[in-house]
């Protein structure tokens, strides 16, 4: 069991945000699944994303990759918020009562919105309190403990957009409402989606900029501080990659000549996978390195979710000697479908 402030995710092991967790039915299988500690959902905005035919992911024909040209999901942060509460108010297949977090992604172009989606997201909270509070049943879990939020800082593939964490100046605006957000209530877990970082003093930025949110805790004199950021999820997919079709799975009719020769409409897209892997890697061991030395205890309870390239228990292990908590995949959930985390977790214990 891993503790990321008020969630708790048992076994460590979650779906990293992807076109797999798009809807009720795929986030229903996720949650059942007694081989997932916490389901994250699709990335959302508030009013749901215009998705077209170019949007969309192959994989490779020779490695466990994927290339992928999504944006954001279509469905909108309301639907989100409803299927959440369906999953946390109704028992799970096997008939017990809910008790896995739900890490709810999302992003916004301005702060506003993104106001306004964490308002929204804090009434979901406080309606499922009144139930736990009206239901009265001893032992059960309050459902609003159950829900965290992830800001996607870092999808590379949002046309005459940069993936904001890319410039982290840019997302301060964004982080000082979930500062905000987490200042007026503090039980809310608030994790950032980061980006492959590709040379060192980037991560000390990133890592330099989130503690700038931390705070002196009221009562420890001084001892203690608290920081609004509970997680990083590290990496997102490598932007600007390239497959050619006869690289991929597609098969030949599948490609158009419009797009001929390469795999992806869009042609250039986000790469995840084993060919991600090494990058995640090094991007998982360089936060964890700073972070754990870090002169703030706050900074020191960061907890890192380790992604990339997940395919396989050696990877998972991996992940962890590196210094992640907690391990996601998102191309082998595309690949093998939910059962890949019990394939995971048998081949992991071996
Ligand atoms: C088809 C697809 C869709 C994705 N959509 C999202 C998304 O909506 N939000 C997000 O934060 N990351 C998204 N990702 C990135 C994954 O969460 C993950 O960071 C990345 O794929 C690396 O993990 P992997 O090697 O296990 O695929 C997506 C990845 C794929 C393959």
Redesign the pocket.
Known sequence: MVQVHTIEISPPLIN????WASDLAQLRELYDCPYTGAVTT??ATLNGFGEDDSNT?VFAASSTS?L?S?G??PHPLASYLSWVHTLLTTPTASGSTPSKPIII?ITAASSTVLGEMLDEIQELRVRLKQIHHSNGAAGVIDPSTLVAVEL?T??PNIKGTSPPAYNFPLLLPLLDVLASTFRSDSSLTIGL?LPPYLYSTRFQEVVRDLSMYSRGVPGSEGQDTANPFAFI?S???LGSSLFFADQTTLPSSATSSDNAPYALPTQLG?L??EA??PL?LGNVFSFAKLLGAHSDPAMRRVVIFG????TSSEAVRRMYGAGAKIV?????L?LMGVKVFRYLTDDASD
């Open positions: 990293a945000s992807c076109a699709r990335t992911v994927s992928n999504y954001y999901s992604s996607n870092s999808c989606k999820t990496t997102n997919t986000g995840g996978g991600l892997h995640a992604v990339g390239g997940v996601g995949c998102a191309t082998m595309g």
